[in-house]
């Protein structure tokens, strides 16, 4: 089936510095989906993309839609404490009705 | 206000033993999923109900038996747990149905399965 890989898998910041991370499918999406989990709670969706190409930002956050459609990439400025989380990329192709989550980066932010 | 409400939050129970888990979203969604999240983190789809009706059901063994009553509930039955079942399993809804599936999955809090 399809398998979305992340990378990195773990990432220990210091806190202030940004953050970059990506996402890679073997298949071919229209919608690309950034999720944050915190520990204990259930996924939370931070940032949706349409569109091959597509930028879009939600404050400190920035994602994009990688131009091949098999990608995708978050970046994060400016790290505070609270963006500790294991972040998810999730691949969709509506008609298939459901969404594919990748393996997960999970971020420390060292105060 | 809990948008989607699951329960229990805890779950700790022996091998062979038939355990439940209940679903509720109160956001007017039309889909409703069951996901488990294993140990290394990874989340993987197990069920979507649309409007009552089964749509996916991805392999998973006829242990777990899904019901929804109506479209706001969602729960799931497991007959003869396994401790391979220990995990966390997550409820989730989205708007639309299945043809025109939201892509924003709003995902509860989670129930955390042990199986000794």
């Known amino acids: 089936g399809q398998q979305l890989n992340q990378s990195p898998q773990s990432m220990f910041i210091q806190e202030g510095e940004d953050v970059s991370m990506n996402c890679t499918s073997s298949?071919?999406?229209?919608?690309w989906l950034w999720y944050k989990q915190d520990p204990g709670e259930g996924p939370v969706l931070l940032i949706a993309l349409y569109k091959a190409g597509e930028l879009t930002s939600n404050g400190r956050l920035t994602a994009q839609f990688g131009i091949t459609r098999k990608d995708s990439f978050l970046n994060i400025s400016a790290s505070i404490p609270s963006d500790v989380g294991i972040y998810f990329c999730?691949?969709?192709?509506?008609?298939?009705?459901?969404?594919?989550f990748g393996d997960g980066t999970t971020l420390t932010v060292k105060p | 206000d809990t948008a989607v409400s699951q329960t229990p939050k805890y779950l700790v129970t022996q091998m062979g033993n038939d355990k439940s888990i209940k679903c509720e979203q109160n956001l007017g969604h039309d889909t409703m999923y069951w996901y488990k999240q294993d140990s290394k983190k990874f989340l993987k789809i197990m069920f979507s109900?649309?409007?009552?009706?089964?749509?996916i059901n991805e392999t998973v063994p006829n242990r777990f038996s899904p019901k929804s009553p109506d479209k706001a509930h969602l729960n799931l039955h497991i007959n003869s747990l396994e401790l391979g079942d220990s995990a966390v399993y997550f409820c989730a809804s989205s708007q639309g149905n299945f043809r025109g599936s939201s892509e924003k999955l709003f995902f509860g809090s989670g129930t955390q399965l042990s199986v000794l």
């Open positions: 298949s071919i999406f229209n919608t």
């Open positions: 109900y649309n409007n009552k009706e089964l749509i």
């Open positions: 999730a691949g969709l192709n509506t008609n298939a009705g459901k969404s594919t």
